[in-house]
């Protein structure tokens, strides 16, 4: 947890071009992995990590640049909405372009970098013990039921059909 | 007065996490110049889609499918502990930390896009999105009690508030102080969820889709209450099980994972924190045991 605290607020052209490479290795992995696990043609899933790509990036920089302080995570959300938005010029083109890149695709790749991350809590999770281990899951497994339950009931009682 | 400024602390801190991991991982060294790391990422990718989707039938009916995306992160932690390979060492792990908090982004761009191509379902279906954070409390009255049971103690309060992401640690931490036992708890859940909570809620998910018979977008809204990678992989099963309804899956995904994000944390300030304090104050008399925290030691 530590590892919270203390950042750098300093962002260079070198750090802009550390993002763009990054992004630039996860699309060319998540290609290749759309190809193998969708059989999506490269050309359009490259097209379409591009667009996301440059989402993010505008996300990322727009949360250090701009002077409110809104988290990147709702920038990107804004902006890929309006882009996707029907009635926007754009529609058309994301949307084709996103779809052809699988959710399932990004994800593998996101967790496998998510999987290496957390091998650095392995030790601080050994001596947690079981006691902490049935609260966690009890905690997630509940959350997870109260939330898909409530949103059934009121689904339901709203007349939204199945 | 008191209260306003409490607020005001915790959402500036809460949205300078995610920052702060990545600048400090990101922008200080060459993340990309690490090749073996990346590397090794796309053989694991390459592996897990060739190996694709397992489904395993419990009992008549009740059918697990394991994803490919438990496959890479599986593998990922293993070759972390894994003595024999030495290339994917603590550093490695640094900078997927951070490079992960950089790919958040594009997970969320693509459920964005999702989200808006089907905006018309945010407006048939905005209460059922906005009442299921409430749903969340759930945790409180199921959880709680089991807490106290086990004896623990103020950590309680930490543990079972929330699910404990990011957001909800930010929030416990900056209210009871870094070395409060409400503090300690949060942690301990923290840590816990990162390692068990994305396998988890994946089985969980796939079994809850098998056997209960909730409408398929509640289970979409459902998989938007933890981390990023806990909604994709709650998300995995849920396509998998209705296809047909991939995009708006994905957009109800979208919305509620945003709502976590912005509203939840509200939730979390207001109702979630107060009741679980009152729900403690009333029960630790009469079901709470002799601390057990002091014997698996302090931190």
Known sequence: ?162 | MGIISKKDNSTNEIQHIYRQKTDKRILKKNPWRDYRLHFTILVLVIIAMFIGPIEIEITKGVTVSIMPLLYTMVLGLVFYLAKSITWIERKQSRVAEGAMMLFIGILIAKLAVSSGQSMHLLFEMGPALMLQELGHLATILIALPVALLLGFKRETIGMTNSIGREPEVAVVVDKYGFNSPESRGIFALFIVGTMIGTIFISFLTSICVSVLPLHPFAFAMASGVGSASMNAASLGPTLAAFPALKTQIEAFAGFSNLLSFSVGIYIVIFLALPLTEKLYYLLEPKIGRKSVVNQEGDE
Do not use: C, Q
Request: no cysteine.
């Open chain 1, 1 to 162: 947890m530590p590892d919270l605290i203390d950042g750098s607020e300093n962002i260079s052209v070198h750090g802009i071009f550390n993002w763009i490479f990054l992004l630039a290795i996860f699309s060319i992995i998540t290609v290749i992995g759309n190809y193998i696990g969708y059989k999506h043609p490269i050309s359009d899933s490259l097209v379409g990590m591009g667009i996301l790509s440059v989402i993010t990036l505008l996300g990322v920089w727009m949360e250090r640049k701009l002077p409110f302080n809104i988290s990147s995570i709702i920038y990107i959300s804004v902006m890929g909405i309006i882009l996707a938005f029907p009635a926007m010029p754009t529609s058309e083109f994301v949307s084709y372009y996103v779809s052809k890149v699988e959710l399932m695709s990004i994800v593998t790749v996101f967790l496998a970098y998510v999987g290496i991350g957390m091998g650095k809590s392995w030790n601080e999770f050994k001596t947690l013990g079981l006691r902490a281990i049935i609260i966690t899951i009890l905690v997630i497994a509940s959350t997870y039921l109260g939330s898909a339950i409530v949103a059934h009931i009121v689904l339901v009682m709203t007349g939204v059909p199945v």
